[in-house]
């Protein structure tokens, strides 16, 4: 609806020199998701494709690089993460498993939105992979990663980046002790309207052994 959505957007660089870290490094993270979600997306629209391909070079670029502000060029580079952020929405399409999990899983335990990107994107797009050939391809060439297994190569880079910006990377890192309540996950998460984006039928079974493997 045309009055959920800003009429205009500032990007500002110099104004988030001021936010705190943990904000931006986990938004940041979120739009790499954004961009690695909607690349994979059975509803991708052909002309949004390359900003999206954009969209997670800068990120996967410049995210950790934003942080320091030390860095003579930080400003710079936080210009280009925030058009990365911006160019990671442009065009929404329904998105995917990941997205799903962080909603339900951050309804059910409390877990920041920008905190449930590096507990659950690795987990989908390993489980996404078979249905995602050419989307890995297009962000494992984002990466120059060559001609080996681009799948090894955006697992590598993610895990490489959720290190680096000190984000968690397991359900226990944010507090969750046991696996009560991963049946009534797993069922919300497909009942989650922006599963329609992903590329792979998922089960509740599947879902519930991604919350077992993100835990």
């Excluded at 986990?26 to 509803?43: C, D, I, R, W």
């Excluded at 078979?130 to 962000?139: D, E, S």
């Amino acid at each position: 609806h045309p009055g959920l959505g800003p009429k205009v957007v500032l990007l500002d660089p110099l104004v988030t020199l001021d936010t705190p870290d943990a904000l931006w490094t986990g938004t940041g993270m979120k739009a790499l998701e954004h961009a690695v979600e909607a690349l994979y997306s059975s509803a991708l629209a052909p002309f949004a494709e390359p900003l999206r391909a954009r969209a997670f070079r800068i990120l996967a670029a410049d995210l950790v690089a934003s942080v320091d502000r030390s860095q003579p060029d930080v400003v710079e580079r936080r210009a280009r993460v925030l058009a990365g952020a911006g160019m990671s929405v442009l065009s929404p399409c329904p998105l995917g498993i990941s997205h799903a999990l962080g909603h339900q899983a951050g309804a059910a335990w409390s877990i920041a939105h920008g905190h449930t990107t590096g507990i659950f994107l690795p987990v989908a797009l390993a489980f996404n992979a078979p249905a995602a050939g050419p989307a890995l391809r297009t962000m494992a060439d984002a990466l120059g990663a060559g001609e080996g297994d681009p799948l090894e190569a955006v697992l590598a880079k993610l895990e490489e980046m959720i290190g680096a910006l000190a984000l968690p990377r397991r359900l226990r890192d944010v507090g969750v002790t046991d696996s009560s309540r991963f049946d009534e996950v797993a069922g919300a998460t497909l009942r989650d309207s922006i599963m329609m984006g992903n590329p792979r039928e998922a089960t509740e079974e599947d879902a519930r052994r991604l919350l077992e493997k993100a835990f």
